[in-house]
């Protein structure tokens, strides 16, 4: 009878701890799921915040400058601007990229499906993008792929002489870029809200004012530079600036070893003959890219001492087909040393690649 009476209640015990324990995982099972939903909840939530977010792509370091400076996303040196909430722009292309070779990657082609707006330079700059883009465009929103150069008149567009490529670098003529300026901020109207197409203005003319005073300052800069035209020619890896002095009284000579894409091929003969060029003019440097291998210099600067001409390799990097790296360097007007751009930006670079060039030719 006690043996009996000793199993009930072990039997009894077991079931009352099976409760518990159904119990204890039935509370965590509610509480998790009770988590799922609420996590789920706030996360559609986001998806409707994130949502009202736009999204503005470009191919180039230049163009996203531009935009940032129309959406007021700038450094903190340029308060002026007002900043337009919940309006992102990304450059595809990074700090020293050749967006001449620059090919779409799978990352590219997510963020361009994303994008608002996808800003191309255009002009055979993006060659290697080309059909990737074409078929991204057919695949989405068609309206929503903007070329920056397509309303510049094409009596304004240089055109190489040899290939009769229409030449693509147009950030490098002020007057054009502000052209750029007009339109891209057209393309950025069509996607704002009404409440934030004020403060695009207000940016707009605050942008447009900063490149009147750069434009000044250029050609300052340039008349300076032009009573040593006899003797000064600008040197560079590739032809990206004849936008530089187009239109600007440029009196000094500009050579290139490549021509307007850095896809040419340059041939041993071709560097001889500028070598013998320079080494008779008595050139005093050529200039280095960024975005471009030194090797071609190398080889004209070895060139043109065998001639029993010393010319130097500039100490400083031009900065042709991107902006400035995207560090604490900053650049300024020599006559107002307050007002300082980040080399990164636009005008950064615009100042730096004056000051560079103006030191090595003086």
């Not at 909840?41 to 994130?50: G, L, R, T």
């Not at 002020?174 to 069509?190: A, E, G, P, R, Y």
């Amino acid at each position: 009878m006690i043996i009996k009476k000793d199993k009930k209640y072990f039997f009894s015990i077991q079931y009352i701890l099976f409760k518990y324990i159904w119990l204890w995982f039935m509370s965590i099972l509610t509480i998790f799921i009770l988590y799922i939903l609420l996590l789920s909840f706030f996360s559609s939530d986001n998806q409707k915040i994130v949502s009202n977010e736009k999204y503005i792509i470009t191919t180039t370091t230049m163009l996203n400058d531009l935009v940032l400076h129309l959406i007021g996303d700038v450094d903190l040196i340029e308060n002026k601007y007002q900043k337009i909430e919940n309006v992102k722009s990304f450059s595809l292309m990074g700090y020293g990229i050749d967006p001449h070779n620059y090919k779409t990657k799978l990352s590219d082609r997510k963020k361009i499906k994303k994008a608002d707006l996808v800003i191309v330079n255009g002009l055979h700059l993006e060659s290697k993008m080309i059909d990737s883009l074409k078929i991204l465009s057919e695949e989405d929103n068609s309206e929503k792929f903007i070329s920056a150069s397509s309303e510049i008149n094409k009596k304004d567009i240089r055109i190489d002489e040899e290939t009769l490529q229409e030449d693509p670098h147009i950030w490098f003529s002020i007057d054009l870029w502000q052209q750029v300026l007009k339109k891209i901020k057209k393309s950025i109207d069509n996607i704002l809200e009404e409440k934030d197409k004020i403060k695009l203005e207000s940016n707009f003319q605050l942008y447009n004012n900063d490149l009147e005073e750069l434009k000044t300052y250029f050609q300052k800069k340039i008349s300076e530079l032009n009573k040593k035209c006899n003797t000064l020619m600008l040197v560079t890896a590739h032809d990206a600036f004849s936008y530089l002095a187009y239109k600007n009284n440029v009196q000094f000579e500009l050579r290139s070893i490549q021509g307007i894409s850095t896809q040419t091929e340059t041939s041993i003969s071709d560097i001889n003959n500028l070598a013998n060029e320079l080494a008779q003019k008595k050139v005093k440097a050529i200039f280095t890219e960024s975005s471009i291998s030194h090797k071609s210099l190398d080889s004209l600067r070895e060139a043109v001492l065998n001639k029993g001409h010393n010319i130097k390799i500039s100490e400083k990097e031009l900065f042709s087909d991107s902006l400035g790296l995207d560090d604490n360097s900053f650049e300024h007007f020599y006559y107002n040393p307050n007002k300082r751009y980040k080399l990164s930006s636009y005008i950064g670079t615009f100042l730096h690649n004056i000051h560079i060039i103006e030191k090595e030719l003086s």
